[in-house]
């Protein structure tokens, strides 16, 4: 069965603030691993939502006359009763999936930018230093890394990190 598949922006930059730092986020590898979701996930059906889980990722979805990935999430964060529920979830019966690669492609190279600003205040690299969060997985000034709470356990090693260790 042939499914085409369109991704949101929001779906997009919610794969690159999980998506490991030392692979390279491009069109053609979003593309592989939004298939592989697909192809070997567990769907289960909410209404007009559909999610497509694996062991890493889900996929919040909606079929209309194509499938529209909405967001992603971290299926470890979801909790017990997400993963009982996995259990009547159904395997996936797509196998040919299509992307509009070009759309991707486009909106990789916007999300890419996303290294170069902060997520909370918007200050840009020139102005200040940004790293990525190791707590939330998004690009955050020196400023705001404390807003949010920085000096957590997963942040020693940040160069923002205010407590010595």
């Avoid at 069965?1 to 390279?24: D, G, I, S």
């Avoid at 059906?45 to 996929?59: H, K, P, Q, V």
């Avoid at 997520?119 to 000034?141: D, H, P």
Wanted: net charge positive.
């Amino acid at each position: 069965m042939l499914l085409r598949v369109e991704v949101t922006k929001h779906a997009l930059e919610r794969l690159f603030e999980r998506f490991p730092k030392h692979k390279k986020f491009d069109a053609r590898t979003v593309a592989n691993i939004f298939e592989s979701i697909i192809k070997n996930g567990i769907v289960l059906r909410f209404g007009d939502e559909i999610r497509i889980s694996t062991s890493n990722y889900t996929l919040c979805c909606v079929l209309e006359d194509k499938l529209v990935i909405k967001t992603v999430l971290k299926t470890k964060e979801l909790g017990k009763d997400y993963k009982r529920l996995l259990r009547k979830g159904k395997r996936s019966e797509w196998n040919n999936v299509v992307f509009d690669m070009k759309k991707l492609e486009r909106l990789c190279k916007r999300v890419e930018k996303l290294k170069e600003l902060c997520k909370i205040c918007g200050i840009s690299k020139e102005q200040t230093a940004i790293n990525r969060c190791k707590v939330y997985g998004f690009f955050v000034c020196s400023f705001c890394c404390i807003s949010i709470g920085g000096g957590w356990e997963k942040c020693a090693g940040c160069e923002f990190d205010p407590i010595p260790r």
